[in-house]
């Protein structure tokens, strides 16, 4: 008898520990369902029975860990199985040898918020200066179908499908129309079966169609990010949203209701209200207020995501046509970013594509320069632009961070980011998949 009711005491015991467990599991929003979330395209990955080791470089992993100098890095078909420092990594036998002393070895970036705009050539461009995965957030997935198709590698694609809007929809051709909660359930269903990796909100769907779909995207285990602006970021946070795209959608959040209510009303009659709007409402913000704080503490409590895309909202002075109000309203956009960071405040990099300060397929690295002048350190910036940005894409068992078991998306850059981010403009090779992608730059 007491054999037996030992074994049922440890029966017990194990099963309120798997409880508790699947309870951590279910409360950790970031973990739902991770391995469920994948590109729409398959990567070829390199032949299994090939090794590579890539000797010699500073490795900054993507976890924000001091780098390592003098590293090895051991890939073996599409994966990593060993990473750290020279005296402690075995380059095994037949491995192919790149030795890349002088060069710093980081994770392949990931781009939180890419769009095609039929340049269907510029995915192909962005992998080679680095991005090796990139989510469109707001495209039918169709619209990638000429880029896929026309030879080049590209990046891993995480794409959403259309951002989901109600009548009358701001961008008709890129948007998905849904009037009621049933027609919501349906087209996150819909997309999910056709490889949507997430969801948009877009700035026109009413608080309560936010509610409900972000609860039916949760049920499938995919996030949701959202470009809010006229809507109460406050609101769609708590109604569950994962993400937030674009600084400028905190403006209604940061303003007394009359201010902000005015300004909703105003995009809700025309939609390219916005334009000069944004800047008006930013130059006024304060973020000393109440209003500031109590948003960027709502962030950082709920583990929401930030992707400011600060880079195609920059105007300076003495730019052309550059007003005080734009100059005012854009230093508080970084001042935002910098102060959400400090709080706690989960920042990621997104490019935006097309930016009005870097040439063609280099918006990417101009927004990591503008995190950095926003006030994130350059190993703060990187980590968003990686291990972050995986979590965020729900990713992270196997992308975003250098070590044993993920992909081999790798980044090789000559100098020292950590000195100077302008350093990762400095392409030298690309990985993806375990396999270089095309010829060395620059070397």
């Known amino acids: 008898m007491r054999t037996a009711a030992r074994l049922y005491s440890t029966a017990l015991a194990l099963t309120l520990l798997c409880g508790v467990a699947a309870a951590q599991r279910r409360a950790s929003g970031g973990a739902r369902r991770a391995s469920g979330v994948k590109e729409v395209n398959q990567v070829k990955g390199a032949d299994p029975s090939r090794t ?10 993507g976890r924000g860990g001091a780098p390592v100098a003098d590293s090895v890095v051991v890939v073996r078909g599409e994966r990593i199985v060993a990473a750290g420092p020279r005296a402690s990594v075995r ?5 192919e040898v790149f030795e890349a002393r002088g060069l710093t070895l980081l994770p392949g970036l990931i781009d939180a918020h890419f769009h095609i705009d039929g340049d269907d050539g510029l995915p192909a461009l962005f992998l080679s200066h680095g991005i090796t995965s990139l989510r469109d957030p707001g495209q039918w997935i169709e619209a990638y179908d000429a880029a896929r198709a026309a030879g ?8 959403t499908g259309p951002h989901l809007d109600s ?25 999910a079966e056709q490889g949507a990796s997430a969801f948009k909100v877009y700035f026109r769907l009413p ?8 609860e039916e995207a949760h049920r499938l285990g995919l996030p949701v990010t959202a470009h809010l602006e006229i809507v109460d970021a406050a609101d769609a946070i708590r109604a569950g949203v994962d993400g937030v795209e674009h600084v400028t959608s905190f403006g209604t959040a940061l303003l007394p209701a009359r201010d902000a209510e005015k300004y909703r009303q105003a995009v809700l009659a025309d939609n390219a209200a916005r334009r000069e709007g944004r800047y008006e409402v930013w130059s006024k913000a304060d973020l000393d207020g109440p209003r500031a704080r109590a948003i960027i503490s709502l962030l ?43 709080a706690g405040v989960r920042v990621v990099v997104g490019s935006h594509s097309a930016v009005p300060k870097a040439e063609r397929g280099w918006a990417y690295q101009r927004e990591l320069e503008l995190l950095v002048e926003a006030g994130l350190t ?18 992270e068992e196997r992308l975003g961070s250098v070590e044993p078991g993920k992909l081999a998306d790798l980044l090789l850059v000559e100098g020292d980011p950590l000195k100077d981010i302008r350093v990762m403009r400095n392409v030298s090779r690309v990985m993806l998949g375990g396999a270089w992608v095309g010829a060395a730059q620059g070397r």
């Open 167 to 191: 009548p009358p929809a701001a961008y008709p051709a890129d948007s998905h129309v849904v009037r009621d909660a049933e027609e919501t359930r349906l087209a996150v269903k819909r997309f």
């Open 91 to 95: 380059v095994p036998a037949g491995a």
């Open 52 to 61: 590579v080791a890539v000797v010699g470089a500073t490795l900054i992993d």
């Open 152 to 159: 080049p590698p590209v990046p891993r694609l995480f794409l």
């Open 207 to 214: 608080v309560g169609l936010i509610r409900v779909l972000s």
């Open 378 to 395: 350059p190993m703060q910036a990187i980590v968003a632009g990686t291990s972050e940005n995986a979590r965020f894409f729900r990713v």
């Open 300 to 342: 950082a409590e709920r583990g929401t995501y930030l992707s400011p895309t600060l880079a195609i909202f920059e105007r300076r002075a003495g730019d052309k046509d550059a007003k005080d109000v734009h100059v005012g309203g854009f230093k508080r956009m970084l001042e935002f970013t910098g102060r959400a960071r400090r």
